[in-house]
Structure formats: structure tokens, C-alpha cells
């Protein structure tokens, strides 16, 4: 089992900045990769960035240039810093990640882009 705890979400006005950071703890031994999602209101979930633990990284179109997706294996946590934010950003994200036994996701932290 891996645990998943999401922190950093907010308010934040159109072209500011946040970081949202995911904290895993349990059987983090058996994590391959790890990603964040969003779900804007009234929408599907979709992947925004995904990082392996070999350091590859991939990026949805929409955020390519603005996120950056990193992870400090020391404190067993991923980053999503996210800049020039837009009022399309607006969403709940959910920190997942994916294990030897299975995939996990976090409660979700929102994000909110208006001014």
C-alpha cells in the first residue's frame, strides 16, 4: 500500500505561481513512476505531468513550458511547480502513483485561477 498526502493548492491570480507537493509514505520501494492529474469542474480527469523513476518526464500539451514536474527521493515527494497559471488551469489535482501493487492517488488539493 502507498499513502499519497497532496499539499500546496490555492488561489492564485491569472499568471502567478504555486507548488503543489504529493508526500508518499508505505511501500514506496515499489514505486515506478508518479504523475499528477486534474479534474476542471464539470470535466474528466486528465493527466497533466508524469515523471519515472528513471527521470523521464512527459507533459500534457496545454501545460508544456509552464509545469515543471520533479521528485526528491530523499523526502519520497514529487513537485508540480506551475507557472504563468490560467483561469483554464482551474481544477482539482491529484497526485497518483504507480506500484508493484497497484495505483494510488491522493484526495485531490484545488486550484483556483482567477482574479
Known amino acids: 500500500q502507498v499513502q499519497l498526502v497532496e499539499s500546496g493548492g490555492g488561489l492564485v491570480q491569472p499568471g502567478g505561481s504555486l507548488r503543489l507537493s504529493c508526500a508518499a509514505s508505505?511501500?514506496?520501494?515499489?514505486?515506478?513512476?508518479m504523475g499528477w492529474y486534474r479534474q476542471p469542474p464539470g470535466k474528466q480527469r486528465e493527466l497533466v505531468a508524469h515523471?519515472?523513476?528513471?527521470?523521464?518526464?512527459n507533459y500534457a500539451d496545454s501545460v508544456k513550458g509552464r509545469f515543471t514536474i520533479s521528485i526528491d527521493n530523499a523526502k519520497n515527494t514529487v513537485y508540480l511547480q506551475m507557472n504563468s497559471l490560467k483561469p483554464e488551469d482551474t481544477a482539482v489535482y491529484y497526485c497518483?502513483?504507480?506500484?508493484?501493487?497497484?495505483?494510488?492517488w491522493g484526495q485531490g488539493t484545488q486550484v483556483t485561477v482567477s482574479s
Open positions: 497518483n502513483s504507480s506500484a508493484g501493487s497497484g495505483d494510488y
Open positions: 508505505g511501500s514506496i520501494f515499489s514505486i515506478y513512476a
Open positions: 515523471i519515472t523513476s528513471g527521470g523521464y518526464t
